[in-house]
């Protein structure tokens, strides 16, 4: 596991940008596992910009992004397809029929998440993952007591992640219960992860993420049985290391 501390949000949004662009540039034709929320708008960034300034070539990548919620639709203001749309898609020059994110409201969910496992294995596996991190310690929507050896299903959310998340929506009561989400094999599988996190409000789950026992409690933790991760950090979030 390799560590880098940042001074800033904008200087761990810079150097995480830089280390996918590096993963780009050596592959064209990556896989890359993509993530949503606050943390990584900062490196979507980043990465426009330097898809802007040629840099970074983004014709061939293709991408699958970790969950989607369960009813909305695909141009609702807060779902994953429209975040990833606003944030990245619209800004860089990739194929869309090379991105993928799940789809919230399939007839059948077990179908869907079936289906996105297959598509991730046609693609080749996913060669860069990134991840953020809740504030109760999951990754993707994998909440505490998710199973290791969970792929892509369908996930009740907890009062805290609801809460959490109610800040993008007008009220708690709009945001979704449920939701699809890669599982944790799903993620671990992937042959590189880039694990990024801002705030001290996020400075407790990291110490137990990357420090304390590797526990289903703390879905982050399996992290650390991971061959090759790169942990970045603002000094905030690193501060309880």
């Known amino acids: 596991m390799k560590i880098m501390v940042c001074k800033?949000?904008?200087?761990?949004?810079?150097?995480?940008?830089?280390?996918?662009?590096?993963?780009?540039?050596?592959?064209?034709?990556t896989v890359l596992?993509?993530?949503?929320?606050?943390?990584?708008?900062?490196?979507?960034?980043?990465?426009?910009?330097?898809n802007k300034e040629g840099m970074v070539d983004f014709s061939e990548v293709i991408t699958f992004n970790l969950d989607e919620y369960v009813g909305l639709s695909i141009d609702h203001p807060c779902s994953y397809h429209r975040f990833m749309y606003d944030y990245l898609f619209k800004h860089v020059n990739i194929r869309e029929e090379n991105t993928h994110?799940?789809?919230?409201?399939?007839?059948?969910?077990?179908?869907?998440?079936?289906?996105?496992?297959?598509?991730?294995?046609?693609?080749?596996?996913?060669?860069l993952q990134l991840l953020g991190v809740g504030h109760n310690g999951h990754i993707g929507f994998?909440?505490?007591?998710?199973?290791?050896?969970?792929?892509?299903?369908?996930?009740?959310l907890t009062q805290s992640t609801i809460q959490a998340n109610s800040r993008f929506f007008n009220s708690p009561d709009e945001v979704p219960r449920r939701a699809v989400s890669m599982g944790i094999k799903t993620i671990m599988h992937a042959r590189k992860i880039l694990f990024i996190a801002s705030g001290k409000e996020k400075a407790g789950i990291i110490?137990?993420?990357?420090?304390?026992?590797?526990?289903?409690?703390?879905?982050?933790?399996?992290l650390q049985l991971h061959p090759d991760i790169t942990v970045v950090l603002d000094e905030d979030a690193a501060s309880c290391l």
């Open 33 to 50: 596992g993509l993530a949503t929320g606050s943390t990584p708008i900062g490196t979507y960034e980043h990465l426009a910009k330097m």
């Open 142 to 156: 994998n909440e505490p007591g998710t199973p290791f050896e969970s792929v892509t299903h369908v996930v009740e």
């Open 8 to 29: 800033t949000y904008q200087e761990l949004s810079q150097a995480a940008a830089e280390i996918i662009a590096e993963q780009i540039n050596t592959k064209p034709n």
């Open 101 to 127: 994110i799940l789809d919230g409201e399939a007839l059948s969910l077990e179908d869907e998440c079936k289906a996105y496992e297959e598509m991730i294995a046609k693609a080749g596996g996913i060669d």
């Open 207 to 222: 110490s137990k993420a990357l420090k304390g026992p590797v526990t289903t409690e703390v879905p982050s933790s399996v």
